[in-house]
């Protein structure tokens, strides 16, 4: 059986994909001396919070994810990021090949959330392999590549804040249900507002503000903008 190993060297931020894309390069070792035709791999990123630290603003944003710093000795487990495939051509001995990661700015998803938070540093990760292995010297055969194959990696927070910049520059978005949106949609109609950041804005205006509502009933609005809303279209929450 050919012992495979893998390390990863290095991260960049892809510039020319069309929607967030991280390229992770490795580099994989097979034992023994024999071709490797091709190796199919799977990984398996995790995001591993307990192997760093986090100044207190980080801690902040990080509530909704593990709670009170007081409970992170039992909640700061590991966050999923990313499961890819790869291919990786032949080669003998070692190679270096790219693997590439699509993924995600909502923040609805724990790892975008997670990342988000973090002011700079790195971020430690746990890539896990497997998949099948074609080699020999004279034909081929059919090897497993084993569950236990594994490397440690810590990506520079800097590296995401590229990517995202690349694709939302300045920008962050939620998502929101139908609902909400179509409540969002009547309420910039009805004030003539000239974008999404200005009726929104003027949400939290009202919200900060305790504006009277429109029929000057004494009753202020709550501290909650999207009551707010619901108020002022007369459609109902989602």
Same mark, same amino acid.
């Given at each position: ?44 990123? =995790? ?21 009170? =710093? ?20 032949? @080669? ?41 292995? @074609? ?13 236990? =194959? ?39 109609? =009805? ?48």
């Amino acid at each position: 059986m050919t012992e495979f190993s893998f390390a990863c060297t290095g991260v960049r931020a892809d510039r020319y994909a069309a929607g967030p894309t991280l390229v992770f390069r490795l580099r994989v070792t097979a034992s023994g001396g024999d071709r490797v035709h091709a190796l199919a791999l799977r990984c398996q990123i =995790r995001i591993e919070p307990a192997r760093r630290g986090y100044g207190p603003a980080e801690a902040d944003g990080l509530k909704d994810l593990f709670g009170e =710093r007081s409970r992170w000795g039992s909640t700061l487990q590991p966050v999923q990021f990313a499961q890819v495939p790869a291919m990786v051509p032949g @080669f003998t001995g070692e190679t270096e090949t790219d693997l590439v990661v699509p993924c995600t700015y909502d923040l609805d998803v724990a790892a975008s959330r997670y990342l988000d938070a973090l002011d700079d540093g790195e971020v430690p990760l746990l890539m896990l392999f497997s998949g099948t292995a @074609f080699t020999g010297a004279g034909g081929f055969r059919v090897e497993p590549v084993p569950w236990d =194959r594994e490397a440690s990696f810590r990506m520079p927070v800097t590296v995401w804040r590229e990517m995202v910049e690349q694709h939302f520059p300045g920008c962050g978005w939620i998502r929101l249900p139908r609902a909400t949106m179509d409540a969002l949609l009547a309420y910039r109609s =009805r004030h003539a507002l000239p974008s999404w950041e200005a009726t929104v804005r003027a949400l939290l205006d009202d919200s900060a503000t305790g504006r009277a509502l429109p029929d000057d009933s004494a009753t202020t609005l709550p501290a909650d903008p999207f009551a707010a809303l619901t108020r002022s279209t007369g459609r109902t929450a989602p």
